[in-house]
């Protein structure tokens, strides 16, 4: 049964309304990056409050929202969902790094610029590492957040009007706007760049686009948003490890982070590779 135009249209406003007023409010002021963290943290569960609410005003239900995990058959995608992330964004930051071999700094003077004192350097190292490791499970809950409602509602209800791939592309890009304001109000890329903040704004729909094809295709290939969910909690714990190796000014437009245009370059490569394969899925 295809989706109305109506209930995606519910659900798209359940999910930006809140994020985008809440963001035009602190256009307007200046909160602690403490504070801002946890306003973004809390953004994450607004896509799947926006499903609930549009699946109970729309009739729609609440069978098939992917969030059985269907382990059986599926492990190899689960190990996949958690190693990938780590995968690209090591190779993004090398590939960065080969491209400004200047900007690579192994006395981390980014971290002792911000008050982390030579002393505490180790620890800090130590923590990070751990952080790229068991990253994909303590950011689990606010990506499942999301994920409950990009790949779980709007992902498949998307489908039934469209190819798996056309759903893909969609999704990515709703996805990402709904980053908007918060690429205005500095995530990722900070306030000092060229064309802020439209630039910013650009890439981070670019990155989701692509990125979100993955995420699309554990959650078809398992029948399951949890392999989707840990994935994306993996690159949100592990994007920024390259910034510990860059030096302190870089703007991360270009890299070392996933979401800049040269350490995105292997997000974008994967995207097109799980691209191709949900196109060879669908051919008879």
Known sequence: MKASYKSLTIFCSFAFAPVWAVCAV?????????????????????????????RCLCHVGFRDMYIRPRFRGNIGRYVLSWLWPIILTITGGLIFFLFFPSLFDTSFSLLLSQGVSEDMLPGVLISNAAAVLVGPLLNLVPAFGEELGWRGYLLPKLMTRMSARQATVVSGLIWGLWHAPMIALGHNYGFDYVGYPWTGIMLMVLFCVFFGVFLSWLTIRTGSVIPAALAHGGINAVAAAGLLFCRPGNSTLLGPTPVGIVGGIPVILAGIFFYISLQKAEQP
Do not use: E
């Open 26 to 54: 602190l256009l307007c002021s200046r909160l602690s990056d403490l504070w801002m963290f946890v306003i973004f943290a809390g953004f994450m569960f607004m896509p799947a409050l926006a499903s609930i609410l549009t």
